[in-house]
T-cell receptor
Framework: GQNIDQPTEMTATEGAIVQINCTYQTSGFNGLFWYQQHAGEAPTFLSYNVLDGLEEKGRFSSFLSRSKGYSYLLLKELQMKDSASYLCAVIERDYKLSFGAGTTVTVRA | IAGITQAPTSQILAAGRRMTLRCTQDMRHNAMYWYRQDLGLGLRLIHYSNTAGTTGKGEVPDGYSVSRANTDDFPLTLASAVPSQTSVYFC?????????????FGPGTRLTVL
């Protein structure tokens, strides 16, 4: 089974940096996804990590440490449109995706 | 290309009624999934299908059934709705690859059971 933990809420100022942490415990690991979900909308894919290290995509970066069961999503140069929920999800060896409860990020002017 | 569509967008349903939520994808994806999303609990897998003709149970399958007669469609049926099934339901699909199998989500169906 899965145990995926991430903070419930975070608040940051426009232009700042925010780091959303995710820890997980799993019996098998086949990769970790981050999704973004705006209120009332569907989750959309942000990033995928399967190897240790940092993956950078523009203003967003995602880091994975498999030995520590830990990932973070880094959002730089925050914009108002980044206000959303960010979902950490782990895919196990049976290829099923298990989601954390999500972190709601509020960007303030 | 529409991607994934779901119908209806929202529905209010009396307890005990039967309801089918529709999901269609035009990406020729092998795998499809149904999730429910509840406040504080995140997305939970109800049922999935790795390929047309096969289905499997997820984390919270009780009270729901699915079928996968073809690649494109994956309907979710509530045989006799109960208030605890009030939720937002998301359908998703993926290629069904062995690695980096990104799931793409439909717009969701907001269901209220009274």
């Amino acid at each position: 089974g899965q145990n995926i933990d991430q903070p419930t809420e975070m608040t940051a100022t426009e232009g700042a940096i925010v780091q959303i942490n995710c820890t997980y415990q799993t019996s098998g690991f086949n990769g970790l996804f981050w999704y973004q979900q705006h209120a009332g909308e569907a989750p959309t894919f942000l990033s995928y990590n399967v190897l240790d290290g940092l993956e950078e995509k523009g203003r967003f970066s995602s880091f994975l440490s498999r030995s520590k069961g830990y990932s973070y999503l880094l959002l730089k140069e925050l914009q108002m449109k980044d206000s959303a929920s960010y979902l950490c999800a782990v895919i196990e060896r049976d290829y099923k995706l298990s989601f954390g409860a999500g972190t709601t990020v509020t960007v303030r002017a | 290309i529409a991607g994934i569509t779901q119908a209806p967008t929202s529905q209010i349903l009396a307890a005990g009624r039967r309801m089918t939520l529709r999901c269609t994808q035009d990406m020729r994806h092998n795998a499809m999934y149904w999730y429910r999303q509840d406040l504080g609990l995140g997305l939970r897998l109800i049922h999935y299908s790795n390929t047309a003709g096969t289905t499997g149970k997820g984390e919270v399958p009780d009270g729901y059934s699915v079928s996968r007669a073809n690649t494109d469609d994956f309907p979710l049926t509530l045989a006799s709705a109960v208030p605890s099934q009030t939720s937002v339901y998301f359908c998703a699909s993926s290629e069904g690859r062995a690695d980096a199998d990104t799931q793409y989500f439909g717009p969701g169906t907001r269901l209220t059971v009274l």
